[in-house]
């Protein structure tokens, strides 16, 4: 299904979509470039602007690939005008999940080909012998790993959303409940500062927000303490306590749950919507 999906889309469109990700991704790197932090590695002046380079390069990709996945996820349920072709595949041996998951996987290539080419390049990139030794091939595989579970896990609420009870799409509620949800898990840290300032101990609260959190996920393999950087220091008073950044992998099992809940929902609805 996946592949014949594939084969009905355009895959200049594809490489176009690919290609604005990487810029804006760049151009916020670049930006953040001015503002964020020092970091010493081993005094090397090429080691400290290649971390720094990774760091911003993967902080940017979170909330830009998240949107994009928003976006290009909610398209991927079914409009009405594909009614046939659901329903013969439907009557083939495909599974609605395999349906589901294929179109998914399409509407989401040039995020995942984005990923791609980011996870090669900066796999490439740290082959230098001057890198700095604290981040190896591990941390970045890891990021990237959760960054692509958090990808399907926003794709896949959107296609949920998105659908029907009755064949056809409604793209734009998809894609506004997955861009909240985003938002949400993005910016919990912050919500719920008002009860982290009235408990005696929130440690658990902290950490269970911060398990939910792409961007959490994302740089910690890169041993960024991220809520003791200078802007969100000074706008949450979860840094004053000593808690644990959740192990990325644990994140990626939950992004990766929650994606895989929201495909199983949409399958039955699916299987709902065309069974006549």
Known sequence: MVRRQLRGRSVWRDLLWMALLLGVLLGTAAWLQSVWPQRNAADDARAVLLIRWLTTALLSAAPV?????????????????????IQDALLT????????????????????????????????AFLAPWKAGDIGF???????????????????????????????RNWGRGAGVALAWAALCLSAILL?????RRMDDPIGLI??????????????PLKLDLL???WLYGHTAAPEFEFAYPPPIASAAVFLGIGWAAMAMTAWRLRAAYRN
Not at 65 to 85: C, D, F, H, K, Y
Not at 102 to 117: E, K, M, N, S, Y
Not at 157 to 166: E, I, K, P, Q, S
């Open 93 to 124: 041996r495909l599974r609605p999940f395999e349906i589901v998951l294929g179109r998914l996987l399409a509407a989401l290539r040039p995020i995942l080909l984005a990923l791609a080419l980011s996870c090669a390049f900066w796999l490439l």
């Open 65 to 85: 690939m998240l949107a994009a996945a928003a976006v290009l996820g909610a398209g991927s349920a079914p409009a009405a005008s594909e009614t046939g072709e």
């Open 192 to 196: 719920v500062d008002p009860q982290v």
């Open 138 to 168: 591990g941390a970045i595989l890891l990021a990237h790993l959760a960054l692509l579970c958090s990808v399907l896990m926003i794709g896949s609420v959107a296609a949920l959303f998105a659908g029907n009870r009755r064949p056809g």
């Open 207 to 220: 950490e269970g927000t911060l398990l939910f959190n792409p961007i959490s996920a994302v740089t910690t």
């Open 228 to 230: 003791r950087t200078q």
